[in-house]
């Protein structure tokens, strides 16, 4: 899937509500118009702790870091079944606000429609692949709406898989989080090698000599520590195959302020599982459907 996203071209939100008993999470300002920036202040107040507004009871959560998990994506038969999975993953997470962003020179209607019922605070971007890399940064204007408040920034690819004690950990994220991904790098795992509470390498089955032998869905990135880098971008010129990470993380950060999760690394919480490519071999060109389905 694609890595990393350049500015958005576009931003719709959902503030579809978790059920339950439970108040509702912070409102979320207004979608703007399609196919226009997102605002660069929101119209209305940016959302407060739960506190901050009278009546209502104060809520554990509303003192947690919001995590904002980036996830590119893009059109193919799976698409909508991976989002559906992530979705089912993030829609338990407390204060999780996901970023998709098409590959796409618009939003397309099934990812349009897909986070209109997700049911959680979703901010849905495209852009589209030519003009990514020639663009800086990721899409500034959503963390820009959200500077004042606390928040860690996770990329969060859609064939991956994710156990919700991960986000539990990369939530205490001071600057950097690193943690063990599943199923990566041609092993069962690649970790970050911890010694006293330090990173000190890295086990892989890939050139080990990179700065941060890593990979994307094995770190998360404090926004203030995104803030103060705002020249830190994913290069696609000049990063080789499987460089992105070390090229991104070395901008912001060194090994040694690495801060080892789930239980110094050694606990796997994130699998980078893939899906099956679909056998689409009968799929007929002639005498279609009389529906047309969206899978
Ligand atoms: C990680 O290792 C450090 C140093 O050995 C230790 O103090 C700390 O308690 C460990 N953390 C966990 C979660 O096990």
């Not at 203030?224 to 994913?234: D, G, M, N, R, T």
Request: aromatic share 8%; glycine share 6%.
């Amino acid at each position: 899937s694609p890595r990393r996203p350049g500015a958005a071209a576009g931003a719709e939100r959902s503030g579809a509500e978790r059920g339950g008993s439970s108040p509702p999470p912070p409102a979320h300002p207004r979608p703007p118009p399609a196919g226009t920036l997102p605002p660069a202040s929101p119209p209305s107040p940016p959302p407060r702790p739960a506190a901050a507004r009278a009546p209502a009871p104060r809520r554990p959560e509303a003192a947690l870091p919001t995590i904002y998990a980036i996830t590119p994506t893009y059109s193919r038969p799976v698409q909508k079944a991976e989002l559906t999975r992530l979705a089912n993953t993030f829609r338990q997470v407390a204060r999780l606000h996901w970023i998709l962003v098409e590959d796409a020179a618009a939003r397309s209607e099934l990812v349009s429609r897909f986070v209109a019922g997700a049911g959680l605070p979703c901010t849905h971007l495209h852009v589209p692949t030519p003009r990514r890399y020639k663009r800086p940064g990721l899409p500034r204007a959503t963390e820009q709406r959200n500077a004042g408040l606390p928040g860690v920034l996770f990329f969060a690819d859609d064939d991956n898989t994710y156990s919700l004690e991960l986000f539990q950990e990369m939530r205490t994220t001071r600057k950097v989080s690193v943690w063990p991904v599943g199923l990566v790098g041609g092993r069962r795992y690649e970790r970050p090698v911890v010694e006293n509470g330090k990173v000190v390498g890295w086990y892989t089955g890939w050139r080990a000599d990179r700065p941060f032998a890593i990979d994307m869905a094995g770190f998360a990135v404090s926004l203030q520590v995104i803030l103060s880098h705002p020249k830190a971008v994913f290069k696609r010129r000049g990063s080789q195959p499987g460089m992105q990470e070390s090229d991104f993380l070395k901008q912001i950060t060194t090994v040694e302020e690495l801060e080892p999760k789930a239980n110094n690394c050694t606990k796997v919480l994130v699998w980078h599982t893939r899906t099956e490519k679909v056998n689409l071999a009968n799929e007929p060109k002639y005498h279609l459907d009389t529906v047309s389905i969206e899978v």
